[in-house]
């Protein structure tokens, strides 16, 4: 039995940017432990498992060790990978059932794709014990979203010199923390980076579901409700954000790198 597999480079702006995800395309249900073994095979952030269905396509997204409810990246490189296998009509939405609801993605006039998830509110918080320890800086606000720590740090600078202590966050009862800043560059309005290592993840190059989060606070903050964000790990990523409402709208390119068949 073979199922396709590619490697897609997701938030990206050449390939090896952005964020890397595995997209495997199922052709029938598959137990939670073979999905769960190749995203360890895979060792990419995350790889999402799509199965078609009747009014769009089931997804789902493993780690190297554990099933996320909400990842952006993977699911970007799902929409183009079904995109670009001709799959989906190129005018058509891609509609995605997840464990975070009803999921959609479209391609936009330029290229792109644009997201539309769940915007992801978060509440002042005392930073929980060992994490300025961890992190190295004191941030001037830490606050607790859906997932996530959101750490407010004082300038640009801090965000993209930070070099923090990947064990110690690992510790911290959190899916991850993000560090945050507004931009003083000109070319972006927000930066951050991502730390998972709780989730076999340390550093995650480009975080879609982090952005929900960012992307409403710093409407607060900022006084508008559309952005572009860099998230600035090692290969670096471009997320346009909006906040409609409730809701969150992700946008960025989509890059295949590698087109494979899984033989297991």
């Not at 794709?113 to 001037?140: C, E, N, R």
């Not at 989060?213 to 508008?224: C, D, F, I, Q, S």
């Amino acid at each position: 039995m073979t199922l396709p597999l590619h490697l897609i480079d997701a938030f990206a702006s050449g390939p090896f940017t952005g964020n890397p995800a595995a997209v495997v395309l199922l052709d029938a249900v598959r137990p939670d432990r073979w999905m769960q073994s190749v995203a360890s095979e895979m060792k990419q952030s995350e790889t999402a498992f799509v199965l078609p269905q009747e009014d769009g396509f089931s997804l789902r997204w493993f780690t190297p060790v554990e099933e996320m409810d909400l990842c952006g990246h993977a699911t970007l490189a799902s929409a183009h990978f079904l995109y670009k296998t001709r799959r989906l009509a190129v005018e058509a939405p891609a509609r995605f059932h997840s464990r975070s609801g009803l999921l959609t993605a479209h391609r936009t006039d330029d290229g792109s794709i644009m997201l539309d998830f769940p915007g992801l509110p978060s509440a002042p918080i005392v930073a929980p014990a060992g994490l300025i320890a961890a992190l190295g800086v004191t941030p001037k606000e830490v606050r607790q979203s859906t997932y996530d720590i959101l750490c407010v740090l004082h300038d640009e600078r801090d965000v993209l010199e930070l070099a923090p202590d990947f064990a110690a966050i690992a510790r911290i009862r959190t899916r991850g923390v993000i560090v945050t800043a507004s931009s003083t560059s000109g070319h972006h309005d927000f930066v951050s980076r991502c730390f998972y290592p709780g989730t076999g993840v340390p550093e995650d190059p480009v975080t879609g579901s982090a952005h929900c989060a960012m992307a409403v606070y710093w409407r607060t903050v900022l006084g508008r409700s559309a952005f572009r964000a860099f998230q600035a790990s090692s290969r670096g990523g471009i997320v346009g954000c909006a906040v409609v409402g409730d809701r969150v709208q992700l946008s960025g390119r989509a890059i295949t790198t590698v087109k494979g068949t899984l033989l297991a």
